[in-house]
C-alpha cells in the first residue's frame, strides 16, 4: 500500500489509498436441510488522486500493477471532475473492539451446529417452513493518504437469519441475529418470532380505507431511504431535496429522532473512522422532529461549506463492489430514538390497523419526494387490540414526511434490522391501506 | 488461460470439479446535473471454483491466483461437510462436453471510443434533457461492462467466451417548489455502440414526461382493471412469473413446487411466455452459461399451461428437466445462479385500441420503477400513466405501485396486444446484480389489481 500511495503521490497534489480484504462462510439451511455452503476471500484497492482542484479515481482487485491502477487515476483526472477538499490529516482515533478470534475460527460444521440449534427449538412448534442462514466474517480495512493518515481496522461479525414461512406459500416472518462473536439465536426472540408467526395463519381480506399502521424494525426502511435521500448532501448540492431550507424546522412529529451513531460498540458495523478516514461520531439528522444536519462527505461537506462528521461511505442501496463505488453521504449505524411503551401495548391500543412486518418495492416510489406505496409482506390486521392475522393482498402508501406528522407511539425497544440500522416498532395514525375489494 | 485453469483443478478428490476466471472492465462515466461526478476505466478479476463430491456441493470465490489452491480447500471441505450433515444430494444432468472460443460482434466497438467521445456524446444527451421545462437536475451515467470469461470442468469442458454490456441510463428529475417527480431513462444494449447514437428524442420525450408529471394527479388507491404498457408487461412478466419459473426459487419449498409442475393450468389462454437468450441484438443475449452450457430457447408458458422452467445443470436433474442454460454469475465474485435472460410475453392479436376499448373504465399504466417479489406475491411501480372512460386515455396519474398474487393474475390476463417492445437495460437484484435480464411484451389487460396510490 505504501509504495503504491507512492507512487500516486508522484503525479497529484494529494493522494489516498483504501484497501479491503473479506474473508466469510455462508450456509443456507431450507426446510431443515443445508442446502448450500459458499466460502469467499476477496480483496481490493481503490485509489483517488487529486490535483489542481479536480479528482482521479481508480480501482482493481488484484494489485498486479501498481503504475497501471495510478496511470487510470491520472486518466479520470482528465475527465475534469471537480473536487475542492483535501484528504483528512492524520488524527487520534479510538481503537476498535478486537475481533473475536473466535470468528476466524469457525468452521462450515460450527455454522451448521448455530442453525441446528434454532431448528431444535422451533421444532414441532411451527405449521410450515422453516429457513435459516448462518455465515461469519472478518473484514481487514486500511486507508492511507498523503495528509499522513493511515488508519486500519479488524472487524468480525457472525449472523443467523430466520425465516418462518406461511404454510404453502414463500411468505415469511423472520428475524436476523447479529453479533461480534460465535453466539446462538436467543430463545426469547425465537419465541417472541413464533408467536408473531402464530397470530398470522389465518389470512383475512380488509378494505381499502385510512387506518393505524404499525411500522416494524424490518419495514422501516421504507421511511428511512426517503429521508437518508432528502438529508444527503448530494441532493442539497443539487437542490433537489424538499428538506432544502428547512434546518431547524419541525419537519416530523416530535416524537421522531433520528441519528447514526457508527461508534455504538453493541453494533456489528462499529467504525471509528469512514471510509475517507473522517473520524465517526453520533450525528443527529432528526431531533425530536427537527431537521437538524445533513448527511455529508468530505467532498459535499466542501460544495455545502459544512463541516464533515463521517459520513462518506463506499456503498449503495444496491450494494456493489465496495472498492468500486465512491465514498457517498450515508447514515451508517443508523437509529430511530425509542419511545416509552412496549410492542405488545401499542398493539393493544389500535382499534383497527395494520401491522407492516415486511414491504415489497419499498424502491419504486418517488423516493426523494417521501413518497412510498409498499406490498405488506406480510401485514397483519388487527381489531380492538387483537391481531387477526396477515392481510391478503395489502399495500400502504403515503408520503414519510405527512405520515410521520401522525406518530402516535413509538416502541421502548431498537431491534436489528434485516437492512442494516436498529429500529422500535412506530404506530402512526391516518395512513392509506389499499386492499382487493 | 484455459489451459493455466485445467492445470489449477487437476487430480482434485472430487466427482466434478469447475472453475471460472474472470476479467471484468468497467468504464463509467457521472453526471449529476451540469457536473461530471465520476470518470474512469477499471479492471477487476477473479476465480470461482465449484465442487460436487459424494453429492455435496459447494462453492467458493477467491480474488488472487495464489488463493485459488485454498479455495479447492474450502469447496471440496463444503461438499464433505453438506454430506456428514446430511445436506441436499446433488447430481448434475449431463451435458455435451464443449469446447469452444465465443467472440464478441458488435455494430461498433465501444473499447475503440475515446472515452472524451463518450463523454460528449452523454453529456450531449444530458444537456437536452436540462434544457426542457421545470427540469431540476439529471442523473445520468454511461455504463460500459465487458467481461471475459473463462470456464474449464473435469468433464473436459473449456470455454471462453466474452460479453460487453453499453448503456446510457439514469434519471430525469422535475422540481416545482416542494414538488419533485422523476422519470427513469436507458437506451443501450450488448450490440455495440452505435445503439447509443442518434437517440436525441428518447432523452427529450422522457424530460418532458418529468416535467408534466408535475401537474399529474397521484393515484387513488383501490382494485383496478389496468393496461400495461409493453415495459411494464415486461417488469410483470419478469417480477411475478420468471422468478418462480427459475428452479433455484421453488426448488426446497414442497407446496410451490406442486403449484408450479409442468402441465398445471395457470394462466389464460391468451398468455405464452418465452424466455429466449439466443434472440441477437437483446441485451439479455449470451452463448454459454457460466456452467459451460448452451443456452436454449424456453417456452415457459403456452396459452396458459405451464410448459418449461429456467434450469442449471443440478436443478434440471433435482427435477427431471431438460437443461436450459440459465446458470449465470453476476462476476466473478459469484457463484452462478439461475437467472432469466430475455423473457417476454408473446404478442396477440389485439391493437391498443381494441384493449382501450375493452377496458372502458380503468388505468393505462406505462413502463416499470422497479419491481420486487416475495414468493407468489410481487409488487412493481409504474412511472406514470392515464385515467380511462369509456375507452378513452383521460388525465395522466403518478405515484402508481401495484400489487398482486401471480397465480390470481395469471388468471385476469383477458387481452393481450399485438405489439412488443424489449427493454435495452437490464438489473435484477436476486442476491447478485444481473444487468442482462432483458424483458418485455405487448399492452397487456388485467382485471382486479390492487393499485396503491400516495
Redesign the interface.
Known sequence: MKKLLETASKVSEQAEVYSIRTDS?ALEM??G????????????FAIRLLKDGRI???????LLDREELVE??L??LK????AGFSFPASVDIPGSQAPDDSIAEM???DL?KHSERVLDHLKGKIEG?I?VHSGRGITDLEIINTSGLDVSSKTSFMYTFTSL?F?????SVHKIFLSRKPADFPKGELDNLMNMYNAGLPEVEIS?GRMKVVFMPDAMYTLIWRLSAAASG?SFY???S?LQNRRGEQIVSEKFSLYGDPTDPDDVSQTYFDDEGVPTGKNTIIDKGVFKNIILNLDYAEKLNEKPAGNGFRGGM????T??L?PAPSLHCCRISPGSISLEEMIASIDKGVIIL?V???????I??G???????PGYYVENGEIRGRVK???????AYEILMNIEHVENTLHDSITGGKYPAILINNV?????? | MLEKLRTMIKGIDADFIDIRYEIKK?TL?AF??R????????????YVVRVLKNGGF????????E?VH??IE??V???E??V?????KSEFEQVPVVRDKVMLELNGDPRKIP?DEK?ALTSMYNDLMLEQPSI??TNLSYSEIGREKYYVNSEGSAVSEEILTTNIAGEV?A?RD?????IRISIGGADGYNRLLGRNDVFIKRARIAGKLLDAE?VK???YNVILSPLLTGVFTHEAFGHFSEADIIE?????RK?MSLGESLGTEQVTIIADSTIPNQIGYYRYDDEGVEVKPVTLMDRGVLTGRLHSRRTAKAFGEPVTGHSVAEDM?F?PIIRMGTIFIEPGEKSFENLLEELGEGLYLIDG?????????????AQYGFIVKNGILGPMI????I???LF?TLQNITAVGNDLTISERGGC?KGQ?NIKSALGGPHVLIH?M?????
Not at chain 1, 56 to 62: E, L, V
Not at chain 1, 79 to 82: C, H, L, S, Y
Not at chain 1, 432 to 437: F, L, T
Not at chain 2, 398 to 401: E, L, Q, V, Y
Request: net charge negative.
Open positions: 462462510s431450507r426446510n436441510t443445508p442446502t448450500d455452503l459458499s466460502a469467499s476471500i476477496q480483496s481490493g482521479g479515481t481508480a480501482y482493481t482487485k488484484n487510470n487515476a486518466d479520470s475527465g475534469n471532475v471537480k468452521g462450515y460444521h451448521h417452513q429457513d414461512l404454510p404453502n406459500t414463500e411468505t381499502t448530494k443539487n437542490k433537489v424538499p444496491w450494494g456493489g463492489e472498492i468500486s465512491l415486511g415489497l418495492g419499498a424502491h419504486s416510489g418517488n426523494l419526494n413518497d412510498f406505496s409498499v406490498g405488506l409482506n393482498d395489502g399495500m400502504a402508501a403515503g408520503n392509506n391501506v389499499a386492499a382487493k375489494d | 468497467q462515466i449529476t446535473g457536473e461530471i461526478r465520476q470518470i474512469g476505466s477499471n479492471s477487476t478479476d477473479g459447494s462453492t467458493a470465490t477467491v480474488t488472487k491466483e488463493d485454498r479455495a474450502l469447496a471441505e463444503g461438499a461437510t453438506i456428514e450433515t446430511r445436506g441436499r472515452i463523454l431540476e437536475t428529475i422540481r416542494r414538488l419533485l417527480q422523476n397521484p388507491g383501490g382494485t426446497d419449498n414442497p407446496s410451490l403449484k465474485r457463484e420503477k422497479g419491481g420486487q417479489t416475495s414468493g407468489e406475491n410481487f409488487t412493481f411501480g403518478r405515484d402508481i405501485n400489487m398482486g398474487n390470481t437484484g446484480l382486479d390492487v393499485v396503491g396510490g400516495v
